[in-house]
Every structure is written in C-alpha cells, then in structure tokens.
C-alpha cells in the first residue's frame, strides 16, 4: 500500500509563489508516476501536473503552463509542485496522486493512490 502526504500548502497573494511536496512511503518512489491534481470549491478535482518515473517526461494542464513546475527526487521519495505567479483562480485543495500502471498516463481515474489535500488560497 502506498501512502502520500502533502505539505506546503497556505495561503499567499496574487502573484506570489508556493512549493507543495508530496512524500510518498510503502513503495519506492521511482516505481511510480506521480500527479497532482486539484479541487476547487462547487467545482469537479482537475488535473494539474504529471511526471514520470525517472521524472524526465512531464505533463500539464493548460491553465498551469508555464507557471507549475512539477518535479521529483527519487532519493527522497518526494514529488514537487512549483506554483509561481499564482492567480486566485488557483484556490483549491492540491491533492497528490501515485499510479504503478505500465504507461506515462496522467487521466485521474489511472490513479489508485490518493493524499488528504492541502489547502492552497490565493487572495486579490
């Protein structure tokens, strides 16, 4: 079993950054692909960002490009997001999210593996 925990969340002013870190245990990091994805409130969890096992193939929402930056350390058994120039349409509860499946897939139901959240408030 796998289990993910989130930190780093908070709250921050437009145009200011965050870096969210999701450290994995039950199973070596480099065995899985990573996500995060994220829930706003009255709206459906999204995805955000994507990276592979080795962490050299990437994925992102459109929304986020170019301001996210996610990133690993396999060492560390820990996953990154970067959030630079944050909006306060990024207000949401970031959730971390693991899978062990064969291909570089980042489509939310791939995921088995979920953390709580953490909560990420962006003011005006």
């Known amino acids: 079993q796998v289990q993910l925990v989130e930190s780093g969340g908070g709250l921050v002013q437009a145009g200011g950054s965050l870096r969210l870190s999701c450290a994995a245990s039950?199973?070596?990091?480099?065995?899985?692909?990573m996500g995060w994805f994220r829930q706003a409130p009255g709206k459906e969890r999204e995805f955000v960002a994507g990276?592979?096992?080795?962490?050299?193939?990437?994925h992102y929402a459109d929304s986020v490009k170019g301001r996210f930056t996610i990133s690993r350390d396999n060492a560390a058994n820990t996953v990154y997001l970067q959030m630079n120039s944050l909006k306060p349409e990024d207000t949401a509860v970031y959730y971390c999210?693991?899978?062990?499946?064969?291909?570089?897939?980042?489509?939310?139901?791939?995921?088995?593996?979920w953390g709580q959240g953490t909560q990420v408030t962006v003011s005006s």
């Open positions: 990276i592979s096992r080795s962490g050299t193939s990437t």
């Open positions: 039950g199973r070596t990091s480099s065995s899985l692909i």
């Open positions: 999210a693991a899978h062990s499946r064969t291909w570089f897939n980042v489509v939310q139901a791939q995921f088995d593996y």
